[in-house]
């Protein structure tokens, strides 16, 4: 004889005490739910527009600096702590957490062209228009102490830029040539130079920590490899590369911020076109800087916005701008992936939240649950007009939205010259060029 039994378990259905939510059993049978889709569309929706209503993101202002703020330098080991340098050759080292300034120090005589962090963290570099490299203690002197560098080293000319070695106590500078020195020794261990117009900009690989990258005024981006002491290959562009940054995650790949309007992200071994050309800004884009997972990268613009690019994206993601906010010069994304730097010419630092609709601090379980379960259905959803107008949708001051449509124009009446002419000319006489090799002039290696 078969005798069938209902089996329950109790921790299924039963509540453990009476202020939890009482537990539905569900069955996930699509046939059962016949409007699934219509109500996640309703969801997404929902989800969007909220997004937009919360985003908010604008931290504070760092206020203290008397001049244009010209470069700022994250800390390698601590969060809170960002260094930032002055066009007066003031540089302020500044607590996050706290949004104060902890120590302020005259570095230079004129501009601080560049600054950066020691590898460990114990010191910083700075570079100046009073020909000199200087390297500080992190920590603040202690009482009745001068505040002096651990050592000067004065160069004969004026350097633009540095960086230091992400492993070795080996450093970059750059100016009419690029040297690179020993931390130990007075003179450079070795100058590399290609061409004779000055260099603007030097960075280190951080993951093939021997090679370096510099832009030059006269519109080239060179490569360099330390091991050979010679430069490796230079890729010229239109016109003229502001700064380079290289994707923490993928050794080849590196993000230029050019003159016109544009930022280039390059694969160093195949320089003849870049990967992506990223096109939204109205003005000469000045910084660049990635973010810790390299999927996203941030610029600063002299149109007073500063956006957010994915990496295979050709337009940004985000704008961020202030009535206040002037020609941002500088911009840094911190090392957790949540917030972004950025220094402008009016003397202020700017906090800003990487993702503008993020609610900062602790989320309970529930929370963070539905915010994952909207981020799901705004990703199922993206593509459907109505939602995808929704979170496209950016307010922009009115100078920068007059200068896109304008510059939408041009680029329209380019395109129909360009096939007037070559529908009126002898048949493949008029080459199509895509529009990534438009911008590259030559490669010589």
């Not at 939510?21 to 069955?27: A, H, M, S």
């Not at 590369?241 to 160093?268: G, H, R, S, V």
């Not at 010069?329 to 949540?338: A, L, M, R, Y």
């Amino acid at each position: 004889m078969r005798v069938k039994v209902l089996s329950r378990n109790p921790d299924d259905y039963v509540r453990e005490t009476k202020l939890d939510l009482q537990r539905v059993p569900r069955n996930y049978d699509p046939a059962l739910h016949p409007f699934e889709v219509a109500r996640e569309y309703v969801r997404a929706l929902n989800a969007t527009k909220l997004e937009r209503v919360f985003a908010k993101p604008f931290l504070s202002s760092l206020d203290g600096h008397r001049d244009g703020v010209n470069c700022i330098a994250k800390h390698p080991k601590s969060l809170s702590t960002v260094l930032s340098g002055a066009c007066d050759g003031e540089v302020r080292i500044w607590n996050l957490t706290k949004r104060q300034c902890i120590r302020a120090l005259q570095a230079h005589e004129g501009f601080v062209r560049g600054m950066c962090a020691r590898f460990c963290g114990t010191s910083f570099f700075t570079v100046g228009d009073d020909k000199t490299v200087k390297q500080w203690k992190m920590e603040s002197p202690a009482y009745g102490e001068e505040e002096e560098p651990i050592h000067t080293i004065l160069g004969k000319t004026v350097y633009t830029g540095i960086d230091h070695h992400w492993k070795d106590a080996v450093f970059a500078t750059c100016g009419q040539q690029v040297d690179i020195w020993d931390e130990q020794r007075t003179s450079p261990m070795c100058s590399l130079t290609w061409g004779f117009d000055s260099i603007s900009s030097v960075k280190f690989n951080p993951i093939e920590t021997y090679l370096l990258g510099s832009c030059a005024s006269d519109r080239n981006i060179v490569l360099y490899d330390m091991r050979q002491s010679t430069p490796l290959k230079k890729v010229i562009l239109n016109m003229r590369t502001n700064t380079l940054c290289w994707n923490p995650m993928e050794a080849f790949i590196f993000t230029a911020a050019n003159e016109d309007y544009n930022l280039y992200t390059f694969d160093m071994r195949y320089l003849t076109s870049p990967v992506m050309v990223h096109m939204d800004h109205v003005s000469a884009v000045l910084d660049v800087d990635y973010s810790p997972t390299g999927k996203e990268f941030v610029s600063a613009s002299f149109d007073k916005s500063v956006r957010i690019f994915p990496v295979d994206k050709g337009h940004s993601r985000e704008v961020y701008h202030t009535k206040r906010m002037q020609h941002v010069i500088t911009v840094k994304w911190t090392s957790d992936n949540k917030y972004i730097l950025c220094g402008s010419d009016e003397m202020n630092i700017r906090l800003w939240k990487a993702n503008a609709s993020e609610k900062l601090g602790v989320l309970a379980p529930r929370e963070k649950a539905a915010m994952n379960y909207n981020q799901k259905l705004k990703e199922k959803f993206q593509h459907h007009p109505q939602i995808k107008r929704i979170a496209r949708h950016r307010h922009l001051p009115k100078s920068i939205y007059c200068q896109i449509k304008e510059q939408r124009i041009m680029r329209e009446a380019r395109r129909r010259k360009e096939l007037n002419r070559r529908k009126h000319s002898k048949p493949g006489s008029v080459p199509v060029v895509s529009e990534k090799k438009k911008h590259v002039v030559a490669v010589v290696q």
